[in-house]
């Protein structure tokens, strides 16, 4: 049931899981990855009076690899050194490290190389490597480093000497200790991890980096896109001729994890692979769709070759490249997603019955997995599940990040989907915080999806990989740094499951403490989020018309409190105006705190920038609120949000857009756990946020003669519980795992204060009394006689 998603997010392959050693090795690096990149970045050049700098010409490696490093040696040697990424290389000593340059010289008698392992003070951490290029076309030459000393701030330098032009590129120092010992391969501790966790699938490769940038391939037809979704055939084949790519998140992605290696790992750790393509149609705020039947028809081929390249004999155009690459046996492909969170659902169908039509033509025995959009409800996800459920579709992928009391108020969300519908593939879930709170929200969620596990047949929490010092998201299940890498609270919550599944569900039931929802109540709010807006008579209304606050500013801003301590609000031509374009959540807050009933009028006009308005109530402070959000996501959704101890959650999404310019005329009316918002005098959506909370959860599976019983205890306090096993003849210990903690407590780099403890449990019967902790997990494994 349970498997992992791996997406190049938080420097989580280059820099991460690909053990790659050398950040920027083939001088790729441009302002379109990221403003401050530049082809040398991450290289720094000493000595000598030559010339250094990167070159894209005619005397480049390949057309694919478009860029090289250039030196005009003169009679002095010349140095570039690379720092690695993050504070520098993780080198041990002991270790062996492999080095590999592509080099031309047009010297007469070639070109010396001295390659050096150091610190950042110079302090030498390995035996110099020496290599000559010789001979003015394109060479590899490859070496070892074995190391002689230890530090997390390597450095590795080559120093040419001579004279003439030497050129350089695909610079790479692998260590040798990769996960399995492979090339091109992983590294270790992280893949370990991984492997711990025992997943049953890989989902890969994302995302956002599959629906998000061009669609076109990276060649010279097209100009060589850069900022393009993954495409798989750009990762293939031997590394110096793989593609480049403009990752989504803000930096470059050099493809040396590719398919090849995603299929390797997947089958390393006894996983199914289960790739995403892209489907036409982007998402993650960006939201078109390409209209080009011809580039339609490539793609559905490319998705074909794909599972040739996964399935294909070794005599098939694919299979044999597959071969070519070391896996002559297929890497046995079951499944594959097409499109990942699309936002113009019917756009993103029509695209997706055209590929479920061919791979099903050619391949009926593959898995086809539609989604349903970015969130667990609205519009989008409304529409895509009608369109799935009407095609037939054999499984359907939801994504969905929201506060750790979403979790505990959905553990029955699919106890009442459709049996006979399509099958659920939770292909990205997590509660937005990496506290112990959060891993045990998640847990009594995980208790609901293994009760419906005949609905929910695959789930995979997200992200799974973050550097501490490269994060564009947050939560994620394991961190690292350059030299050492930790799992998260959740990760240990999810481990505990992964390698505790069973093989069917028990059915039981449990009575415990219910927390009823309440009103909303609190202050109004406004903010904006990467926009400059002017909000003007504000008003606030009692159901009878009883005025409670308002204020049309012509005595300036003094109801008005800064919360979010950003951006520019003042006074303007009589308005409230924010004005700075750049600033996210510039939140104020309004007026006094107001009953649970109430009317919110005001007039909002978008003067600049790239969203809308936010206008909140139910307001209590920076972390706590409910907003109206108009023209997010980059002016193409509207959402109504709640944010509970800093983590947000959609509790209505539907597509929408605010033109600048126009003064629009917004009312919020608030009846205890019901509001109902108006644009212009029309009905713009309602919401309801009157689920119960659950904090005590349980679910009861078998593994063969053991009953596992799972129970998440999310309060305060002990919960003192009769356990029934409905007259079952058990032995009387039995195996007892618990995760518990300060629900605050967060696992890092110098501290692991939540990790399971394992010991016996005596007194085991048919029928037993136990106290669960407070704040915490217990796994029960008990044997049956």
């Known amino acids: 049931m349970y498997g992992v998603f791996f997406e190049d997010i938080n420097n989580a392959a280059d820099g991460g899981l690909y053990a790659e050693m050398v950040r920027n ?12 990149y530049t082809a040398m970045t991450g290289w720094a050049r000493s000595g000598g009076v030559g010339t250094v700098g990167a070159v894209d010409d005619d005397g480049r490696l390949n057309a694919r690899n478009r860029t090289y490093l250039r030196m005009g040696l003169d009679s002095e040697p010349l140095r570039v050194t690379n720092g690695g990424f993050a504070a520098g290389m993780a080198v041990h000593q002991g270790g062996r490290y492999d080095f590999s340059v ?3 010289s047009d010297a007469a008698g070639g070109t010396p190389l001295t390659v050096t392992l150091h610190d950042a003070a110079g302090r030498a951490l390995a035996r110099p490597l020496a290599v000559t290029a010789a001979g003015d076309t394109w060479t590899k030459y490859a070496g070892v480093l074995r190391a002689t000393g230890s530090s997390d701030a390597g450095r590795l330098s080559v120093t040419a000497a001579g004279a003439g032009t030497l050129r350089l ?3 790479s120092l692998f260590p040798r200790d990769t996960f399995h010992g492979r090339p091109n391969g992983l590294r270790a501790d992280l893949a370990r991890k991984v492997a711990d966790l025992r997943p049953s699938f890989v989902r890969f490769p994302g995302g956002c980096l599959v629906n998000t940038g061009s669609m076109y391939p990276y060649d010279e037809a097209n100009g060589f896109p850069r900022a393009r979704a993954y495409q798989w055939k750009d990762t293939v084949g031997p590394v110096e001729t793989r593609a480049t790519n403009a990752n989504f998140w803000g930096y470059n992605q050099s493809y040396g994890l590719g398919y090849y290696e995603y299929f390797q790992f997947s089958e390393d750790i006894g996983a199914m692979p289960l790739p995403v393509v892209p489907a036409l149609v982007t998402g993650c705020g960006q939201n078109r769709a390409t209209d080009d039947e011809a580039l339609l028809r490539r793609h559905i081929q490319d998705t074909l070759d794909l599972i040739e390249f996964a399935n294909g004999p070794q005599t098939s155009t694919w299979g044999s490249l597959r071969a070519r690459m070391g896996h002559p046996r297929p890497f046995g492909l079951t499944a594959l997603a097409v499109g990942n969170e699309e936002n113009l659902p019917d756009q993103y169908f029509a695209n997706f019955q055209r590929f479920r039509a061919a791979i099903e033509s050619a391949y009926p025995e593959i898995t086809v997995i539609g989604n349903t959009g970015p969130d667990d409800q609205g519009v989008t996800f409304d529409r895509l599940w009608a369109l799935n459920r009407a095609a037939g579709t054999e499984m359907v992928d939801e994504h969905y990040y929201n506060s750790p009391a979403w979790f505990l108020q959905n553990n029955r969300r699919y106890d009442s989907y459709d049996r006979g519908g399509p099958q659920v593939f939770l292909g990205e879930y997590a509660s937005q915080n990496n506290r112990l709170f959060n891993a045990l929200s998640e847990a009594a969620f995980m208790t609901g999806l293994e009760r419906n596990a005949d609905v929910v047949r695959q789930a995979s929490y997200a992200p799974l990989l973050a550097s501490v010092d490269s994060t564009q998201w947050t939560p994620d299940m394991i961190w690292f740094d350059n030299d050492d890498s930790w799992g998260s609270t959740s990760y240990e919550v999810q481990k505990l499951f992964m390698n505790n599944v069973g093989d069917r569900v028990v059915p039981s039931r449990a009575t415990g403490r219910v927390v009823e929802p309440q009103p909303i109540t609190g202050a109004i709010g406004l903010s904006t989020w990467a926009t400059a807006a002017r909000y003007d008579d504000v008003k606030v209304t009692a159901p009878d018309g009883t005025v409670l606050f308002a204020d ?28 700075d374009v750049t600033a996210e959540n510039t939140l104020v807050k309004g007026g006094p705190t107001l009953p649970s009933e109430y009317d919110l009028t005001l007039t909002a006009t978008k003067t600049a920038g790239n969203e809308g308005f936010l206008v909140a109530f139910g307001l209590k402070d920076v972390d706590n609120w409910y907003w109206w959000n108009l023209g997010g996501w980059n002016n193409t959704q509207g959402a109504v949000e709640k944010a509970s101890g800093g983590a947000k959650e959609q509790l209505l999404t539907r597509p929408d857009r605010i033109e600048t310019g126009k003064t629009y005329n917004l009312r919020a009316e608030v009846r205890g756990t019901r509001v109902r918002l108006f644009v212009d005098g029309e009905l713009w959506g309602s919401i309801a946020d009157d689920r119960a909370t659950e904090p005590f959860a349980q679910v009861v599976t078998q593994d063969g003669r053991d009953l596992i019983v799972k129970v998440v205890n999310a309060q305060d306090t002990p919960a003192t519980t009769t356990i029934d096993l409905s007259g079952r003849d058990v032995a009387p210990r039995a195996r007892m795992t618990v995760i518990t903690g300060d629900p605050q407590a967060q696992n890092t780099g110098t501290a692991h204060p939540i990790a399971p403890v394992t010991t016996t449990l005596k007194g085991v019967a048919s029928t037993f009394t136990h106290t669960f902790l407070p704040n915490s997990v217990t796994f029960l494994r008990i044997r049956q006689r």
């Open 169 to 171: 590129d695909m610079i």
């Open 552 to 579: 049309d500013f012509s005595a300036g801003a003094g109801n008005w409190t800064p919360l979010a301590g950003r951006g520019t609000w003042s006074v303007i031509d009589g308005a409230y105006a924010q004005t």
């Open 102 to 104: 592509w080099a031309r």
């Open 25 to 36: 090795r083939s001088f790729e690096f441009r302002p379109v990855d990221n403003a401050s």
